[in-house]
């Protein structure tokens, strides 16, 4: 579980960055580099082994509410031509949260188990 760790983490490093990157068109680009990024500097601090358990787990409450946040009043995919453009924007925004959130709540647990097992 520990070189799948590794791996993971060093995986999501490289997608944070790329995603922070794709943002250069966005007009609020400055927001989701800060987000993305934070996202990438938590990813690299665990494939460092550095990673403190408070700061995955603060991280995902904050991802999970600022879905719900940008979650559009009324979901229609996100594939361009299938809805109203903002609907569809502020979907694929929650849903990159979710999986930012998803990976802090990976990494909480691994911490945790690692700090538990003593290894």
Do not use: C
């Not at 509410?65 to 502020?90: K, L, T």
């Amino acid at each position: 579980m520990r070189l799948f760790s590794k791996i993971f983490s060093g995986v999501f490093t490289i997608l944070f960055v790329w995603a922070a990157l794709l943002q250069y068109n966005d007009p609020d680009a400055f927001m989701w580099y800060i987000i993305y990024g934070i996202a990438a500097g938590a990813s690299f601090l665990f494939f460092l082994g550095k990673l403190n358990l408070l700061i995955p787990v603060v991280l995902s409450f904050a991802y999970l509410i600022a879905a719900w946040i940008f979650w559009p009043d009324h979901f229609e995919g996100v594939s361009i031509g299938s809805g109203n453009i903002d609907n569809i924007e502020h979907a694929r925004e929650s849903l990159g949260l979710i999986i930012n959130a998803l990976v802090m709540l990976f990494y909480a647990w691994r911490v945790k188990v690692v700090r538990a097992l003593n290894i």
